[in-house]
């Protein structure tokens, strides 16, 4: 018998209830009071018998077992703790709690009539020690139960005896079942209410909560317990029995403090930017062709930009006769070929004479470019990279990052090299195959098309004809072609052993008086278009004849199907076909007497019984003997058999584009990087990926964007220099390769490139543009959440998306079963606020995701600031969008907000505003709060939406303290600079 006395509803699927009562125990004469605590721990209940026809019971009392009479309990009972054992991170102001299979477990030994305020106490109790709280572990004498003594203030750390009720709880859960009907399961949860340090160390007991039970568990006398509790407000020392222990560590804070510590951040326009002083080059340049004749201090500056950038970024302008000198200074360095030709009067020089090694021609090797070259002669993208300083101090960088981690991008170029040796393998052992292959192809194409489909039964019964359903030997199977034991292996085998070729050509002698021209037809064709065909086609063929006279033919002798046990020497006593066998005799000509026995409409040799291989077939198709051996053949071709089949088993390989060759003959395999260049570039320094990084504030969320002119660039940098490398090394590839093209990190697309092979970048292309790009979307000035902070360190799955806002009145009820926190702009003269519009077509997903160091995470979405930031006006109808934070859902956990501020005479709004600051005036008064009190100043005077009270019973307080998955948004027009007038 159950009995569930209160409880509430979270939602159609979760229940918490206060208490559990099973059999006898709310049968009892003895009742509980207001805290819930039982006015015996050994209750009798009394059960009597009435006889028929008296009026009288005879009644008898019998006693309950009670928490005296538990020493231990079988820890399969126990479900789940929380936090996990050892964990290292736990939220601190979430309670820790342990779950027990069942529902009535914590009351099993707790009887009473309970009030109608819903409390009962449970016999355990769970606490929650540090070291500070001066305790130490101990064993029993008789070493077999183990102990905790607490040396000083037990009143302090241990929970008040009359509040255990309010923390121990059942939670009910509706789920479906895996025939999708809906399934009830319930367990029993305690919780520990206490206060949480950050990174502190704890340890978690269960412990009998009455001095019964704690007797007991030490395997002492409990005579003298009475019903008392094992502690009250004046113990100071204790030795109290445990029957479950587990440890864990608390981390710094949960999910919604951490969310709430990140401010934005608008990146003003020298954010990605960083001074490039051009003003005394360096590298060989020629500075007299340079002289400008500057002041005295001034310089020649312009702006070096990173992989992300600012919105309202501003570069700064290149003067123009400076600009003009520079980039003629710098053609006649890196635009000639180093050799100089010596006259045979005039004398060596070595300074004049020797080849000089010049600054890198960036696109060189992937483009083909020559150094004896003018710059109008270079392709548009090729002169911005090599004679603008920003440009080419971009793709410098790239050169950088391939110098310090040469030898790692070797390794693994090597490591290809090997793969592509195997590679090279299969595609020799594939062109030795086909050859081959195709030699025998072309001998037996020659072959009528009957022996051909005969021969090659074993392969076409797994090809099939273009757009047909069948395989071509189940086609030749439903057709009245041949009967399906001619094609099998063993009758094969039998025909290929014969001294002389067999001939099952019919002998027919007499004249055949058809009734109709179709019965000679029939003769004909089985004569003439199959006469090396056995003759049970023949037989076949005959079935549908009416003869009117006599005459003769050879037969076959047939028998009732037999099988042999396969022995070592031989496979069976008869050629096995189809369902039976037959046995092939010579020729035997038919008496006219033994033709009168005849089916006089069907010819049908008098040896043959039906129930033998020959009966008589169901009526089958027609098929063209030539159309299926034609397909047969080409299915067969070498060609296309093996030529299709390795370039399924290696991929990566490029057919060949020429008609004549089936399969190369040399694999020209393609090095390509799949790691995302970014991550080296930003560990080599994070200011060229970012400029101005170190300046962005700890815990700030700003949006930047994407820059494809470094992206271009850099990539462009980085492909040359690995040429050269590889040129070094004598690595076995062709040069012009585009090495690297991947520069993000993209989630859903992981193998999307950033731009083109740089052989396919066209001659007026220009730095940027979408032309260079490998699709729209990475050829775009993409948006980017840069999160600086500990969120990410410690909720790595935190899901970040855009969605959408909307207007709303100020005062519409959002209701959501998400605790929205809704960072808006300020407040407006309207009446309406921005909100959420969460929906499938209004939400965007990342596109990319990153880290730059150790704390920042950046985010990129395909996405603008002109969209994302939108109009302040409602009346413009362009509310912009939102970023949203979203905690992943989890199971439920119990706790208080961190407190924001300390009012604990004011009254919480709702359960997601409520927080350790209710329950505490100052910061120093909450340090010496160890449990969440259940005596407040506005108890009495609050009740939550749903009516639920504080303090009221277990289940109100598992609703009011259960922690709802946070969202969190923040508006794109808060996180948006904007440009100055």
Not at 610 to 615: F, G, M, Q
Not at 739 to 744: C, D
Not at 766 to 777: C, F, I, N, R, Y
Not at 877 to 899: H, M, Q, Y
């Amino acid at each position: 018998m159950l009995y569930i006395f209160y409880g509430y509803t979270m939602d159609s699927k979760l229940t918490f209830y206060s208490y559990t009562q099973t059999g006898l125990s709310f049968q009892t004469e003895h009742s509980v009071d207001e805290f819930g605590i039982p006015s015996s721990l050994n209750p009798t209940v009394k059960a009597g018998i009435k006889i028929s026809g008296d009026n009288d019971f005879i009644t008898q009392s019998f006693p309950l077992r009670g928490a005296g009479d538990v020493s231990s309990f079988d820890t399969s009972q126990i479900i789940k703790v929380e936090p996990k054992s050892n964990s290292c991170d736990f939220e601190p102001n979430f309670f820790p709690f342990i779950e027990f299979v069942s529902p009535e477990f914590p009351w099993l030994f707790s009887h009473g009539k309970v009030t109608n305020k819903g409390r009962l106490c449970p016999w355990l109790a769970l606490i929650v020690l540090k070291k500070e709280d001066n305790f130490i572990l101990e064993t029993t004498k008789s070493g077999t139960r183990k102990a905790i003594y607490i040396k000083e203030k037990a009143r302090d750390i241990l929970p008040a005896p009359q509040d255990l009720c309010m923390w121990t709880h059942v939670q009910s859960m509706t789920l479906p079942d895996r025939k999708g009907q809906e399934l009830t399961t319930s367990f029993s949860r305690m919780v520990a209410a206490r206060r949480l340090d950050k990174n502190t160390a704890y340890q978690a007991f269960l412990v009998p909560c009455f001095e019964a039970g704690r007797l007991a568990g030490l395997g002492q006398d409990i005579a003298s317990a009475g019903d008392n509790f094992a502690w009250n407000t004046d113990t100071d020392t204790i030795t109290l029995p445990y029957y479950y222990s587990w440890g864990f560590q608390t981390g710094e804070a949960d999910f919604e403090d951490l969310v709430r510590r990140l401010l934005p951040y608008q990146a003003d326009e020298t954010v990605g930017l960083h001074d490039l002083d051009i003003s005394t080059p360096r590298g060989g340049l020629n500075l007299a062709d340079l002289n400008l004749n500057l002041p005295q201090g001034k310089r020649i500056t312009l702006s070096f930009e990173g992989a992300l950038i600012s919105p309202i970024a501003a570069t700064k302008k290149w003067r123009r006769d400076h600009k003009t000198k520079f980039q003629s200074a710098l053609e006649k360095m890196i635009l000639t070929d180093g050799d100089t030709i010596i006259s045979d009067s005039e004398d060596y020089n070595a300074l004049a004479h020797d080849p000089v090694v010049s600054a890198p021609l960036y696109g060189r090797w992937q483009k083909e470019l020559a150094y004896n070259i003018t710059r109008q002669e270079l392709p548009t993208w090729a002169n911005e990279i090599n004679f603008n300083p920003c440009h080419r101090s971009m793709a410098g960088t790239g050169v950088r990052v391939i110098r310090k981690n040469q030898e790692t991008y070797m390794a693994e170029a090597w490591e290809f090299a090997r793969n592509a040796d195997t590679v090279q393998q299969e595609i020799r052992h594939a062109r030795f195959a086909h050859s081959v292959g195709k030699s025998i192809h072309n001998k037996m194409s020659a072959l009528k098309d009957d022996t051909w489909l005969r021969i090659t039964t074993p392969v076409n019964s797994r090809m099939k004809e273009d757009g047909k359903k069948y395989t071509i030997q189940r086609t030749i199977e439903k057709s009245n072609f041949v009967p399906t034991g001619t094609v099998e292996a063993g009758f094969r085998r039998f025909a290929k052993s014969q001294d002389k070729k067999l001939n099952f050509q019919a002998k027919l002698s007499g004249e055949v008086a058809s009734k109709t021209a179709s019965d000679k037809k029939v003769i004909q064709n089985c004569i003439t278009a199959a006469p090396s065909i056995s003759s049970l086609a023949i037989a076949r063929s005959y079935e549908t004849l009416s003869i009117s006279k006599s005459y003769e033919i050879s037969s076959i002798q047939t028998t009732t199907p037999t099988t042999t046990r396969r022995t070592s020497t031989r496979r069976t006593s008869a050629t096995r076909v189809g369902m039976g066998t037959i046995k092939l005799s010579s020729p035997k000509t038919l008496k006219t007497k033994e033709l009168t026995s005849l089916n006089k409409t069907k010819l049908m040799p008098t040896g043959i019984k039906s129930n033998t291989i020959v009966s008589t077939p169901a009526v089958k198709t027609d098929i063209d003997l030539k159309k299926i051996a034609t397909a047969s053949r080409n299915k067969t071709n070498p060609d296309k058999a093996i030529g299709s089949e390795i370039f399924t088993r290696v991929t990566g390989v490029e057919r060949p584009k020429t008609k004549n060759v089936i399969i190369p003959k040399q694999v020209k395999a393609s090095l390509e990087f799949d790691q995302p260049a970014y991550q080296d570039l930003q560990k080599l320094n994070p200011e060229f990926f970012l400029p101005g990084f170190g300046s962005i504030p700890e815990n700030s969320i700003s949006l930047l964007q994407t820059n494809p002119t470094f992206i271009q660039s850099y990539l462009a940098g980085m492909n040359n220099e690995m040429s050269r490398e590889l040129a070094w090394r004598e690595y076995p590839a062709e040069l012009d390769n585009t090495w690297f093209r991947k520069f993000w990190d993209y989630i859903d697309t992981p193998d999307q490139k950033d731009i083109k092979p740089i052989s396919n970048w066209g001659k007026n292309n220009k730095l940027g543009s979408s032309a260079l790009s490998a699709s729209a979307t990475a050829g775009e000035e993409n948006i980017v959440l840069l999160i600086k902070g500990d969120l990410l360190k410690f909720y790595p799955n935190t899901q970040i998306y855009a969605v959408k806002a909307k207007w709303e009145k100020k005062d519409t009820d959002n209701t959501d079963s998400w605790n929205i926190i809704d960072r808006t702009l300020p407040k407006a003269s309207h009446n309406k606020v921005r909100k959420a519009n969460i929906s499938d077509e209004n939400i965007r997903l990342p596109l990319f995701k990153g880290k730059i160091g150790a704390e920042a995470h950046f985010i990129g979405f395909s996405l603008t600031d002109e969209i994302l930031r939108g109009s302040a006006n409602p009346a413009d109808k362009d509310p912009g969008w939102f970023f949203v934070f979203e905690e992943n859902i989890s199971e439920p956990r119990f706790g208080l907000d961190v407190a924001q501020d300390y009012a604990p005479d004011r009254r919480p709004a709702n359960y997601e505003d409520l927080s350790w600051g209710h329950f505490a005036d100052s910061a120093s008064s909450l340090s010496a709060l160890n449990f969440a009190p259940i005596e407040t100043e506005w108890k009495n005077r609050m009740k939550f939406q749903d009516g639920s009270v504080w303090g009221k019973n277990s289940a109100d307080m598992a609703k009011i303290t259960y922690q709802l998955p946070v969202r969190i948004l923040f508006h794109a027009d808060t996180l948006l600079a904007k440009e100055e007038g």
